[in-house]
């Protein structure tokens, strides 16, 4: 299987901040990545899919990126809004697997 | 829009069995892949079952930990989607989601607890 190790594994961060978390893929999954953000007690919201594309109803100030097997999530600037726990996951090969997640908080 | 409503949730004992479902509208139900997904309390979220459309002869693929007693199964006619679940485990007890296609859109999740 394919292991998606994504870090931090939590951070805080203050309004206004520029955030990035990564995943890391153990195998080429080209561009077979998604993010996805959840809040406390609800269900997964996809945010990023093809590792840079910007789902629909996302705000700009989310953005994906990769470099090699590395996979970026960044938020340009931190709103109170976003608090929550983002996951990576790959979709090349099966089973797909998730990254085991990053707790955003506020400082 | 798109709707994911999944039911069937509930308390159960080791060894016994549940079929929880997944009520679809909004769009093609037919022409879309469903996969079930689920997340132990506080823990991440882990992918469980596919299952893929007609002309893709309704392939079925299981997360490792769930191959053999779990069971999903469509029908295109009603637009859901159903996961069995044999032989159930403690460690099964999760918040199990139902999601479509791409994954853009998720059901609000179902509850399934096994404990003694």
Do not use: H
């Not at chain 1, 299987?1 to 153990?26: F, H, K, N």
């Not at chain 1, 990126?65 to 996951?89: F, K, P």
């Not at chain 2, 159960?12 to 549940?18: C, N, R």
């Not at chain 2, 991440?44 to 199964?73: C, H, M, Q």
């Amino acid at each position: 299987d394919i292991q998606m190790t994504q870090s931090p594994s939590s951070m805080s961060a203050s309004l206004g901040d520029r955030v990035t978390i990564t995943c890391r893929a153990s195998q080429d999954i080209g561009n077979y990545l998604s993010w996805f953000q959840q809040k406390p007690g609800k269900s997964p919201r996809r945010m990023i899919y093809g590792a840079t594309n910007l789902a629909a109803g996302v705000p700009s100030r989310f953005s994906g990126s990769r470099s090699g097997s590395d996979y970026s999530l960044t938020i340009s600037s931190l709103e109170s809004e976003d608090m929550a726990i983002y996951y990576c996951l790959q979709s090349i090969q099966y089973p797909p697997t998730f990254g085991g997640g990053t707790k955003l908080e506020l400082k | 829009a798109v709707q994911l409503v999944e039911s069937g949730g509930g308390l159960v004992q080791p060894k016994e069995s549940l079929k929880i479902s997944c009520a679809a509208s909004g769009f093609t139900f037919s022409n879309a892949a469903m996969y079930w997904v689920r997340q132990a309390p506080g823990k991440g979220l882990e992918w469980v079952a596919r299952i893929r459309t007609k002309p893709n002869n309704y392939a079925t693929y299981y997360a490792d930990s769930v191959k053999g007693r779990f069971t999903i199964s469509r029908d295109d006619s009603k637009s859901m989607v159903y996961l069995q679940m044999d032989n159930l485990k403690t460690e099964d007890t999760a918040m199990y989601y139902c999601t479509a296609g791409t994954m853009a859109d998720w059901g609000q999740g179902v509850m399934v607890t096994v404990s003694s």
